[in-house]
């Protein structure tokens, strides 16, 4: 018997477009879409991404972001204090001190609103508050500027969006046809 011996498959954004408007009946065999097509098509795919944020917990999007804390609060997002693509979810946070790793518990909002305000020391919590395109990352206690330790924040980042016409999807190959039909019943 003889295999193929590959192991990966990619569309491209043009492909996955092509794809969702022949399942529509829009393209007859061999046609290729129109660049309006492709445009509007780029739209409605870009929307279907920014739907699936919210799906699960999707383990090839998580991301980790270390850094020694100087003060209490952060925020977090491309061009923020904490440079870096948003967190859709916090998922876990630890404090790093010689060798050591040591949880930090992520708490709900309304638990971390009822800490006391004036502790400093080696945080021990930390709440996760999400806004348009970055967040607010608070501690508690809050660290002290002398602080040697780390904090490691393990995250969902959001997925990336199209741009281009050749780029490949930032999704497993196994979700090609959940966004192909999703995209053709959007569209």
Do not use: C, H
Request: charged share 10%; no cysteine; aromatic share 12%.
């Amino acid at each position: 018997m003889t295999t193929s011996s590959v192991y990966s498959y990619q569309l491209t954004r043009n492909e996955l477009i092509t794809s969702a408007l022949r399942k529509l009946g829009v393209l007859a065999e061999g046609q290729t879409p129109s660049t309006q097509n492709y445009a509007d098509g780029m739209m409605a795919l870009n929307t279907v991404i920014a739907q699936l944020r919210a799906v699960g917990m999707p383990l090839w999007a998580r991301s980790e972001y270390t850094f020694t804390p100087t003060t209490g609060t952060y925020t977090i997002g491309t061009g923020q204090t904490l440079n870096t693509p948003y967190p859709v979810k916090l998922l876990q946070a630890f404090r790093t001190e010689t060798n050591a790793k040591i949880p930090v518990e992520v708490m709900a909002r309304e638990d971390f609103n009822i800490l006391p305000t004036t502790s400093t020391g080696s945080p021990i919590k930390v709440n996760y508050q999400p806004f348009v395109n970055y967040g607010v990352v608070p501690f508690w206690p809050a660290p002290t500027s002398s602080n040697t330790a780390t904090i490691t924040l393990v995250y969902q980042r959001p997925y990336q969006y199209f741009t281009t016409s050749t780029e490949t999807m930032d999704f497993p190959e196994e979700w090609y046809n959940a966004i192909i039909y999703s995209l053709a019943v959007i569209s």
